[in-house]
């Protein structure tokens, strides 16, 4: 039982964004009125409001019915105000029913029930109850019409049924639902009717699915959550989940959305993408058809659709590079203090030799981790972290700021693409870029980091070293020995970056599906580290010579003469397999840290856009549009089929006599 509401409640709200919606639509067809006010006719309501499968000129004619309700004056004409709170009558849950009673009864709170026995067709105890009434409420009058509905479905069924078999040919459904439901003849739905068939040898559909499928079509919003609950995190969905985690569909709604999603009979799964497509097209069949010509006009305007981005001035440009330059040293800086443990154990595994007086210091990373701690307590795993987060801020955001820079240069601007070779040269670019600020902070950072290891050797000594701070190393080191083992430094972070942004561009496009849905933050953060876990192992080599390099000899220890000759020295002395030391814990750094940054440089970007900035997200926008359009519009084709069913009936209305023809 739908519980009963006053007629004069307020209506619910619209939100901005729809308020300012509905009102570029009614701007859009309302016409100038003589004392110069913009008012609605009857003629442009209904080309703002009447679904686009209602073909019918008598059909759409029933619908001037509505046009009364809204105009509350009974002067012919609506005002803006007017226009938006009947779009706002849409939007209550029982607008299905309660725009029917209005049209009906006008200002009165209950129909007369003269005439209305014949809107229960075959239905013995509906037309009992009416006649026993000299008048019904709305709760009544709302159950009364939707069993009026299905008795209807039923008389059109047994019509189309000429054998009496239950059934009827392929060939007739869609006639049959188009009369209750709201859809396109040249829609995927449409063409795929036939796949309902009761069985593949049949050329048949049978009543229930008819039932159905009428009850998919009339409120695809069911759909629309249906999916977006059960889809959040996936590509393809398979039947048998989707039902189990939604109730909203019975099970034979669901055999036939998957049907005609996948164009498959009998669909065990379906992809996102088909499930869309399918809302998609009721939609379609449900928006006004000028209204979706407009639309349709403006996006051809807009030949980049929703890649197309203001240009800016000069001066916005380099405001809007800054800007990325601060979002992306505090993505970095947050990305390395999370890692920072795992990057010193890399460093003190990295720098082991195994030509050395003496034994080895460390077995593998786990005793390397355990020994720090044992003797240099917690601390010491942070040790260097000083000048790192000083020194990462500037990297990491150079080269986020540089990728997207170039990235956005090589991106077609028509179509969104980018070609692979131009996201490996924005990579290689930002990893270049980034040397100028990597190498200093490597080489101070490197020196600090195995300055534990110093200090615990010549503990016992007449002169043990003494620990040095970030500014007396680059002190020493002077502006030249800043740089040093800047060629390996280069040859490491230039194909990393490559491989990195390409890969992590891909597995957002490819594996999560960025283009259909609003990424959660599992999903950039997973992206992020399974994207560096190739472009840090593979880099490794580059990365021992760079740490060979800029670390200082200890006593009996190899020394290098540059990049070509610590590669010899390394493999004659230690093997091919000294090259990927470290690499494990390099992935383990790189990984989570890659996975962090990126994650909160996207989040900050979403949080904090930049002022002026087309921060859309095409998905999310279209699909919260689209919801509010099946939910408004479905009530209000809904509304239309009660009117019809009240005017075969002969109804007489309370605010209007419906002068149509059938």
């Not at 226009?83 to 129909?111: C, M, N, T, V």
């Not at 026993?132 to 019509?159: G, M, N, W, Y």
């Amino acid at each position: 039982m739908i519980p009963h509401r006053s007629t004069a409640q307020p209506l619910s709200s619209l939100s901005a964004n729809d308020t300012a919606r509905f009102s570029e639509i009614f701007d859009r067809y309302a016409d100038t009125a003589s004392d110069g006010a913009k008012c609605m006719s009857s003629a442009a309501f209904a080309k703002a409001t009447v679904p686009s499968a209602v073909l019918s000129e008598s059909k759409k004619a029933l619908y001037a019915s509505f046009f009364a309700v809204a105009d509350k004056t009974s002067r012919g004409l609506l005002t803006k105000e007017d226009f938006i709170e009947f779009q706002s009558l849409l939007r209550r849950h029982d607008a299905a029913f309660r725009l029917p009673f209005r049209a009906a009864a006008g200002s009165k709170d209950s129909l007369d029930t003269n005439n209305l026995s014949r809107i229960a067709g075959g239905d013995k105890a509906s037309t009992d109850y009416i006649k026993s009434k000299a008048t019904v409420a709305f709760p009544a009058f709302s159950q009364l019409i939707d069993s009026a509905r299905t008795e209807h479905i039923r008389a059109a069924f047994a019509k189309a049924d000429t054998q009496g078999r239950g059934a009827v040919p392929v060939d007739r459904i869609l006639a049959v639902a188009r009369e209750f439901a709201p859809l396109d003849t040249d829609s995927i739905i449409s063409h795929r009717l036939a796949l309902l068939a009761d069985s593949p040898d049949s050329s048949l559909v049978g009543y229930p699915t008819l039932l159905a499928l009428v009850s998919l079509l009339s409120n695809p919003v069911k759909v629309r959550q249906a999916i977006d609950a059960i889809a959040a995190n996936t590509h393809s969905i398979s039947q048998d989940d989707f039902a189990s985690a939604t109730p909203l569909l019975s099970p034979l709604e669901v055999s036939i959305l998957f049907t005609l999603a996948s164009g498959e009979t009998s669909a065990e799964t379906a992809t996102l993408a088909s499930l869309d497509e399918f809302v998609d097209a009721c939609h379609k069949s449900l928006v006004p058809l000028a209204v979706a010509n407009d639309k349709k006009q403006v996006l051809q305007d807009e030949p980049s659709g929703h890649h197309a981005k203001k240009e800016r001035s000069i001066m916005m440009e380099v405001a809007f590079q800054g800007y990325n330059f601060a979002v992306g040293a505090i993505a970095g800086g947050i990305g390395a203090a999370v890692v920072y443990p795992i990057d010193l154990v890399k460093t003190r595994m990295q720098n082991q030799r195994v030509a050395v007086v003496g034994e080895m210091m460390y077995k593998n990373s786990i005793d390397c981790f355990r020994k720090v701690i044992r003797n240099e307590g917690i601390l010491g795993l942070y040790r260097g972290l000083g000048p790192q987060l000083v020194g990462v801020a500037p990297e990491k955001a150079i080269k986020l700021t540089v990728n997207d820079f170039v990235r956005a240069r090589l991106t077609n601007k028509k179509t969104g693409e980018i070609q692979l070779t131009s996201e490996l040269l924005s990579g290689a670019v930002a990893g270049a870029s980034q040397v100028v600020f990597t190498n200093p902070l490597e080489i101070v950072k490197i020196r600090l980091q195995i300055q534990g290891e110093l200090l615990k050797e010549t503990a016992g000594q007449a002169a043990p070293i003494v620990r040095r701070g970030a500014v007396t190393i680059i002190k020493e080191l002077g502006l030249l020995g800043l740089y040093k083992g800047a060629s390996a430094c280069l040859l490491r972070d230039v194909p990393f970056s490559a491989i990195y942004f390409s890969c992590y561009s891909h597995l957002k496009k490819d594996v999560f599906h960025e283009d259909e849905r609003r990424l959660s933050i599992v999903d950039l953060l997973l992206a992020g580290a399974i994207a560096g876990m190739p472009a840090a192992y593979l880099t490794t080599p580059a990365d021992v010579i760079k740490t060979r390099l800029q670390v200082v000899a200890k006593k009996g220890e190899t020394t290098y003469a540059g990049l070509v000759d610590a590669a010899r020295k390394i493999y004659k002395e230690e093997g091919f397999k000294a090259f990927f030391k470290g690499g494990a814990a390099r992935v383990l750094r790189s990984s989570p840290q890659f996975g962090t940054t990126l994650m909160c440089y996207e989040l900050i970007h979403r949080m904090v856009p930049f002022p002026g900035d087309e921060h859309i997200v095409p998905a999310d926008s279209r699909r919260m549009e689209q919801r509010s359009d099946l939910s408004s519009q479905a009530a209000l084709f809904y509304a239309g089929n009660a009117l019809q069913i009240l005017h075969d009936a002969n109804y007489k209305f309370g605010r209007f006599n419906a002068q149509t023809s059938s």
